[in-house]
């Protein structure tokens, strides 16, 4: 593997490694800086692949740095040589499509800069709040125990928190709380972000704010965002976690939306949380969540049905609202239409409800079935259109075709809580729904899985059904360019500004085809 390493690399990367210990200044890296390049085996394949398991570039180096500074200094001189080289930001890796890799690049080891202690630090102003400034590779996990300390928390969330916040700032980070409090990015005050060509620039809506809303969703192609001062708001203490079952789209989709209709903020005025999901014939099928009595009837529905619909809800509550809080669920339960009896409530603590995911990485990993090959296709899909997706695609393609069911999701979202100076791109619709069609395959098998999100792209396609993909992935610029729509321009001329040298995220694949 070293002598593969050495072969792929570049001729100005293999000359800094080698004459760094002795030459500084222009003609080269400064010593601390070089010694903190990798290219041994393991640093090499630990930066080879992502969670998805499905693209593999090898880098020339990678960074662990100390500071900040280390990694200005490494975008700078990447700017210097005739040949300028690219890097990728790499925190926890969990792109799914090689969006954190840099071929023959550099990769920035962001993990490391948590070993030189937390960067979380909890303040309240009498403009902002309370808030919390955290380091771009905190992982949100660390974000919420830090918090919960002082009794606070962040209000938007993704499902899984072992994620860093500098990745999910770059594409949005959603989870069933976007519906009322907007996707993280519309809960950030201030940025650091160092850009493409090496500066390190405070940033927010009131200063230098074109570089702020760039790099809200902006995919890692202005800069790497090393601090975010997140909103915070008093911190529940418990949640009460339900999972309504539907055997009729039309009632689940309807249901779903009157329950995002109400605003508020940890208020009795509606729930917390809204989310769904399918439960499908050919399975898997978890029931882990259901009474072991009621099992048999759910699995005798779904025999019947071929699909259930699920709605998942969490209403969040502390002392203050102990006594109430049953009243109050069931005050908001009134009137839906899921099939009778199905409804199933479980009280946990409002942190155990925010890690529910990893409690299930535990059980994978245990199981082996971790580190496989993560196809996945998550889209936006407009609220006119959510139906005619159900017919055509789960119930045609996926149901019957039979194709293993991996984890689906679908809920809505509220437009007006998305701010459109982002670089985030989101459907012309006042609400459009998340589906996540999230499989897991064998590390072998992930092209059939990728011929079933082709067949469904196609059918939106031929359908007229304007999605816009999360988490994009595209093989040509044109295509880009039609994902961002009327935000490409803005977005091209970030790009020129910011990185014109088009050295940063280059597994995005935005500039670099």
């Known amino acids: 593997m070293a002598d593969y390493v050495t072969a792929i690399m570049t001729p100005f990367l293999l000359g800094f490694l080698i004459i760094s210990a002795t030459v500084t200044g222009q003609l080269g890296l400064p010593d601390d800086i070089a010694s903190k390049l990798r290219n041994d085996t393991e640093s090499i394949n630990s930066t080879s692949t992502d969670y998805g398991h499905i693209v593999q570039e090898f880098a020339a180096a990678v960074l662990y740095p100390n500071s900040t500074n280390d990694i200005a200094t490494l975008i700078q001189f990447a700017n210097n040589g005739s040949k300028p080289f690219r890097i990728a930001a790499r925190g926890q890796g969990h792109s799914v499509r090689g969006q954190a890799l840099a ?62 916040v500098g990745g999910t700032l770059s594409n949005a980070g959603i989870s069933g709380q976007t519906f009322r409090f907007g996707p993280q990015v519309a809960n950030v005050h201030e940025l650091d972000v160092i850009t493409g060509k090496g500066d390190l620039i405070t940033c927010s809506s009131s200063h230098t704010p074109e570089l702020f809303y760039a790099a809200l969703g902006g995919l890692g192609q202005f800069g790497i965002i090393t601090r975010a001062r997140i909103s915070l708001q008093p911190a529940p203490n418990r949640s009460k976690w339900m999972r309504l079952l539907y055997n009729d789209f039309s009632a689940f989709s309807r249901d779903q939306e009157r329950l995002i209709s109400t605003n508020g903020r940890m208020g ?219 935000k490409w321009q803005s977005f091209q001329d970030m790009k020129v500004k910011f990185d014109p040298n088009k050295i940063l995220a280059p597994g995005q694949r935005v500039f670099n085809q």
């Open 268 to 486: 009795n005025d509606g729930f917390d949380y809204v989310e769904g999901f399918l439960l499908m014939q050919q399975g898997p099928v978890d029931l882990s969540f259901y009474p072991i009595a009621d099992q048999p009837r759910i699995s005798s529905l779904l025999n019947q049905y071929g699909i259930l619909y699920t709605i998942e809800l969490a209403k969040y509550y502390d002392d203050t609202t102990l006594k109430t809080i049953d009243k109050v669920v069931g005050k908001l339960l009134k009137g839906l239409s899921y099939v009778p009896g199905l409804m199933f409530q479980q009280d946990v603590s409002y942190i155990d409800f925010l890690d529910r995911v990893h409690t299930e990485e535990e059980m994978l990993r245990s199981l082996g079935l971790w580190d496989i090959a993560h196809p996945w296709l998550n889209l936006f899909v407009p609220k006119s259109r959510i139906a005619d997706f159900d017919s055509g695609v789960f119930k045609k393609i996926l149901l019957k075709q039979k194709v293993p069911a991996g984890l689906v999701l679908i809920y809505p979202m509220n437009q007006n809580k998305w701010d459109d100076k982002m670089s985030a791109v989101i459907p012309e619709e006042n609400i459009f729904y998340v589906v996540a069609l999230l499989h897991s395959s064998g590390l072998k098998e992930w092209q059939q899985f990728d011929e079933v999100n082709t067949e469904i792209l196609e059918f939106c396609s031929d359908a007229g059904i304007m999605i816009k993909q999360y988490l994009p992935h595209y093989e040509k610029q044109q295509d880009w360019i039609d994902h961002f729509g009327s």
């Open 103 to 164: 071929h023959d690049g550099v990769v920035i080891n962001m993990t490391a800069l948590s070993s030189f202690g937390t960067r979380i630090v909890v303040s309240e102003s009498p403009s902002l709040g309370s808030y919390a400034d955290v380091g771009g590779e905190q992982l949100w996990i660390d974000v919420l125990r830090a918090t919960l300390d002082h009794g606070l928390s962040p209000v938007s969330w993704t499902d899984y928190l072992y994620l860093s």
